[in-house]
């Protein structure tokens, strides 16, 4: 994946990410972007995707169950705080394309867990 070229987000949720060795990480459910000031005063920020957050434990995230303090149903938020120990951060400048997939140039192993 060209890391210049502006890619849609709408393209990125749910797609399936593999590690290094081919093995299936999970779905993207969430993105990370980092706010890039504009040049100028007469733009607005620009945005670049930093990593994407895959594993159920990402959807967790973005739907809002792992918020501290709860704000949701007991059920809900244990399960989304227990999917969140196996959603994994993958760095966007690793992500290649592979057909309908994504892969990520780095080891299920190297790859960082995401913080709440």
Do not use: C, Y
Request: cysteine-free; aromatic content about 6%; charged content about 30%.
């Amino acid at each position: 994946m060209n890391p210049d070229a502006a890619p849609r987000l709408s393209r990125m949720f749910g797609r399936q990410v593999r590690d290094a060795d081919g093995r299936a990480i999970g779905r993207v459910h969430e993105v990370r972007l980092r706010r890039i000031e504009a040049s100028t005063p007469l733009t607005g920020p620009d945005f670049k995707i930093e990593a994407l957050i895959v594993g159920s434990g990402g959807l967790a995230l973005r739907l809002g169950f792992t918020s501290t303090p709860a704000r949701t149903p007991w059920p809900f938020g244990a399960r989304a705080r227990a999917a969140l120990r196996e959603a994994r951060v993958v760095p966007w400048d690793s992500v290649r394309e592979s057909g309908e997939e994504l892969e990520t140039t780095l080891a299920l192993s190297d790859l960082e867990t995401v913080e709440p």
